[in-house]
């Protein structure tokens, strides 16, 4: 049974960072490619950031690129969300899931997530 634990999450003030964690288990996880969503209040979900199974290419969204930094430990079984100069609309609560590369699409379930709030 797939299993995404993120934790990490929490109150930060705007300008500030955080670093998201994801353990994953259930399959193999150097195998896939990961990602992050997040959902915004009112809004869709949408990608933050993926990243291929052995670590050698990334995608962000516009919105985050040059701030935030997705890597992995395939030893850990586990995917980071480094979270820098963090601003309010990063509100929102942040998922892992596996990442299809070729179709640009979540692979199967989400985990519980973990909020994200920046506020002065």
């Known amino acids: 049974q797939v299993q995404l634990v993120e934790s990490g999450g929490g109150l930060v003030q705007p300008g500030g960072s955080l670093r998201l964690s994801c353990v994953a288990s259930?399959?193999?996880?150097?195998?896939?490619?990961m990602s992050w969503y997040r959902q915004a209040p009112g809004k869709e979900r949408e990608l933050v950031a993926a990243l291929t199974d052995l670590g050698g290419r990334t995608k962000y969204a516009d919105s985050v690129k040059g701030r935030f930094a997705i890597s992995r430990d395939n030893a850990k079984n586990t995917v980071y969300l480094q979270m820098n100069s963090l601003k309010p609309e990063d509100t929102a609560v942040y998922y892992c899931?596996?990442?299809?590369?070729?179709?640009?699409?979540?692979?199967?379930?989400w985990g519980q997530g973990t909020q994200v709030t920046v506020s002065s």
């Open positions: 259930g399959f193999t996880f150097r195998n896939y490619a």
């Open positions: 899931t596996r990442y299809n590369w070729v179709t640009m699409t979540r692979l199967g379930s």
